[in-house]
């Protein structure tokens, strides 16, 4: 399908500055007109030359006419997604946004931050699968509390031993993990954390002006990693319930899924591919938050993460947390 201006004709785009469809020839915003296209899908419906497909591209511009065209078959049916978060920085703001980061960087090659790289820039929306999870977590320890006072000629240590008992009910909500063979997984989680509050069910219009991906792994393949993250934040909101002892030997640790509830999501990612040298070092924007991951160019043992990558949509239920005094 492509989104035509009822004014112009041109190619209607979900702009997010407005945060609503606009027509960058006239101007004019809501005149959109869904066209929907038959037939070959390599062939643009709007001036007949070759589009880049690739086999799970859902959404791509036309390198002849620079129309934005979404294939129904790919967005719709299995391949619908339940929900969006819309890209909510453009390009404009974007390529800003690298300047202000990067200016004055004394790594970075002199057209690392050109208008004619930084128009390479691509917004992609990148398939996810967002897990939600009830479970039970139990522990049990042994905490000692150490107490030493001197009384004359006399010191006295009391050694308090307390069992320590935990029994909580946490749900976490939409942890993701990306659906995509393409895009590198430790580089996604990089992109983590997204704000939540403007998921929004999916529509076709979000993708007008961005380019797509279907999912192309299946939920189970991809859970081990949503998994582990609930798993270590589970772990972690167990220990932080445990303080205030000298020392603490653990017993038993058991997290239980009581419940479990897969949603399909598309997060936005813009994608900077810079070649230096005969070498590629990829760039990636949080779409939403702008938080950018990278590689720089003179820096080749690590990847930079701009920001903090802790992990924040998740939400605890503290349903039963005591300490039991033993002795
Ligand atoms: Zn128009
Ligand atoms: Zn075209």
Redo the contacts with the bound molecule.
């Keep these: 399908m492509i989104f035509q201006c009822k004014n112009c004709g041109g190619n209607v785009v979900y702009s997010p500055e407005k945060k609503m469809m606009y027509c960058p020839y006239c101007e004019s915003t809501g005149s959109e007109q869904r066209r929907d296209s038959q037939g070959d899908i390599h062939i643009?419906p709007?001036?007949?030359?070759e589009?880049p497909v690739e086999e799970h591209t859902s959404a791509t511009r036309?390198p002849?006419?620079?129309?934005y065209i979404i294939f129904n078959e790919r967005v719709e049916g299995e391949y619908a997604p339940d929900l969006v978060i819309p890209f909510q920085y453009s390009l404009e703001m974007v390529k800003k946004l690298m300047r202000e980061k990067f200016k004055g960087s004394i790594f970075a090659p002199t057209d690392f931050l050109s208008e004619v790289r930084l128009n390479t820039m691509e917004g992609d929306y990148v398939p996810f699968w967002l897990y939600d999870y009830n479970v039970n977590c139990q522990y049990r320890g042994e905490g000692r509390k150490v107490r030493v006072w001197v009384n004359g000629d006399t010191e006295y240590t009391e050694t308090s031993i307390y069992d320590i008992v935990r029994d909580m009910d946490v749900s976490f909500e939409k942890i993701p993990a990306d659906a995509s063979i393409r895009m590198p997984d430790e580089i996604m989680d990089l992109m983590e954390p997204y704000s939540y509050d403007q998921l929004q069910p999916f529509r076709a219009e979000f993708l007008s002006g961005f380019l797509g991906e279907k999912y192309n792994m299946p939920a189970e393949q991809t859970e081990g990693r949503a998994k582990g993250k609930m798993e270590g934040d589970a772990n972690q909101l167990l220990r932080r319930t445990i303080t205030g002892y000298g020392s603490v030997v653990n017993q038993s640790q058991n997290i239980r899924i009581n419940g479990r509830k897969t949603s399909y999501g598309l997060l936005p990612v813009w994608v900077y591919t810079y070649q230096y040298k005969g070498q590629d070092y990829p760039f990636y924007i949080n779409g939403q938050t702008a938080k950018i991951v990278g590689k720089v160019p003179v820096s080749k043992a690590k990847v930079w993460a701009y920001g903090a990558t802790l992990w924040a949509a998740l939400t605890a239920i503290l349903a039963c947390v005591y300490g039991i005094l033993a002795l």
Excluded: K
């Design positions: 643009c709007n001036c007949g030359g589009l036309c002849y006419c620079d129309n």
